[in-house]
């Protein structure tokens, strides 16, 4: 079955470094990936996502490129700031998995000023 | 604002109380889902509608029952809960198209059970 292995958290940064979080994926079809993001107290907005390989996703600032030789979608941010203190969730769905997504666990990050 | 409304945005209730959470779309999707959110735990599915019809009934217990009316409203109705239910349950929708669309979230009801 499908599945999603995201680098686990939490990650701390300070403002202005580079961010990257990894996601690897599992799937029987050809997927479409998506990052979701949820801030305190509110429910998970998409962030972004890609449908092909070789596709990026934007939003933001976040980018993440669709990479299936090494079944990737990893995400990037050049420059945090402390409002992307957030959970980021990595996902997929697929023509096999039906009604379906497919979510990772979660990775907390938290940008200090 | 996006598109899920979920009410109320938090509930306080006792393991005898019945209560209902009630989810509503505006973005003409036909598919809407629960999902539970409990601290340090993976998202888990509970319930699938699409079309109004249930298509997935996750290994939930008894003791929540969903209900979709429509396909813009879903309801999760809530009888002799358990601390352990304590937990965020967030709302979302899609259009069921190839299996590849995206799902938008409610910002969920958090509900404590005492």
């Known amino acids: 079955g499908d599945s999603v292995t995201q680098m686990e958290g939490p990650v701390t940064l300070s403002e202005e470094a580079f961010l990257t979080i990894n996601c690897t994926y599992t799937?029987?079809?050809?997927?479409?990936l998506f990052w979701y993001v949820q801030y305190p107290g509110e429910g998970l907005q998409l962030l972004l996502k890609?449908?092909?390989?070789?596709d990026k996703g934007s939003n933001k600032g976040f980018e993440a490129t669709y990479r299936k030789e090494t079944t990737s979608f990893h995400l990037e941010k050049g420059s945090v700031q402390v409002s992307d203190s957030a959970v980021y969730f990595c996902?997929?769905?697929?023509?096999?998995?039906?009604?379906?997504?497919?979510f990772g666990e979660g990775t907390q990050l938290t940008v200090n000023p | 604002e996006t598109g899920v409304t979920q009410t109320p945005r938090h509930l306080v209730m006792g393991m005898t109380n019945k209560k209902s959470l009630k989810c509503e779309q505006h973005?003409?999707?036909?598919?809407m889902y629960w999902y539970k959110q409990s601290a340090k735990k993976p998202l888990e599915l509970m319930f699938v509608?699409?079309?109004?019809?249930?298509?997935e009934n996750n290994s939930v217990p008894s003791r929540f029952s969903p209900e979709c009316p429509n396909s813009s409203h879903l309801f999760l109705h809530l009888h002799t809960l358990q601390p352990e239910d304590s937990a965020l349950y967030l709302c979302?929708?899609?259009?069921?198209?190839?299996?590849?669309?995206?799902?938008?979230f409610g910002n969920g009801t958090r509900l404590t059970v005492t």
């Open positions: 509608y699409s079309l109004e019809e249930r298509v």
């Open positions: 973005l003409g999707h036909n598919a």
């Open positions: 979302a929708s899609r259009t069921l198209r190839e299996g590849r669309s995206p799902l938008h």
């Open positions: 890609a449908t092909k390989a070789d």
């Open positions: 996902a997929l769905s697929d023509e096999t998995s039906g009604s379906r997504l497919t």
């Open positions: 799937a029987t079809g050809y997927p479409s």
